[in-house]
C-alpha cells in the first residue's frame, strides 16, 4: 500500500490544520491508521491511531484534547485535525497503516507501511 500525506503547511500558534492521509495500492479498511511525527533532532514520537473501523481512537498525551484523527474507509483517506496548535507541535507528519486492526498500540514497529510526511510549522 502507498500512503499520501498532505495538508502540512505553515500556521500560527492557536490555529488549525487538517492532515490527510490517501492510502491507494489496497484498501486498509481492515487495519488500524496512525500518525506520527518527528521534530527536528528528536526521535519520531505517536502522535495518534484510530481503530479499523473508527470506533476506538489512541492520542499521545500532548495533544490529548486538541487533534481528532478519524478516517473514511469509504475514500481510504485518514485524517488529522489540529486545533489549538503550539510551537511544539512543529514536525514533520507521518501517516501509517498498521499490522494490527486496533488503535491501542503506538509502537512505530507495529506500523508496516508509511507515508512521506508533510511539514507542519507553527509560529508564537
Known amino acids: 500500500v502507498q500512503l499520501q500525506a498532505s495538508g502540512g503547511g505553515s500556521v500560527q500558534a492557536g490555529g488549525s490544520l487538517r492532515l490527510s492521509c490517501a492510502a491507494s495500492?489496497?484498501?486498509?479498511?481492515?487495519?488500524?491508521v496512525g500518525w506520527f511525527r518527528q521534530a527536528p533532532g528528536k526521535e519520531r514520537e505517536f502522535v495518534a491511531a484510530?481503530?479499523?473501523?473508527?470506533?476506538?481512537?489512541n492520542y499521545a498525551n500532548s495533544v490529548k484534547g486538541r487533534f481528532t484523527i478519524s478516517r473514511d474507509n469509504a475514500k481510504n483517506t485518514a485524517y488529522l485535525q489540529m486545533n489549538s496548535v503550539k510551537a511544539e507541535d512543529t514536525a514533520v507528519y507521518y501517516c501509517?497503516?498498521?499490522?494490527?486492526?486496533?488503535?491501542?498500540?503506538?509502537?512505530?514497529?507495529?506500523?508496516?507501511?508509511w507515508g512521506q510526511g508533510t511539514l507542519v510549522t507553527v509560529s508564537s
Open positions: 495500492g489496497r484498501a486498509v479498511s481492515n487495519n488500524a
Open positions: 501509517a497503516v498498521s499490522r494490527y486492526s486496533d488503535s491501542y498500540r503506538n509502537d512505530p514497529l507495529a506500523f508496516g507501511s
Open positions: 484510530i481503530s479499523w473501523r473508527g470506533g476506538s481512537t
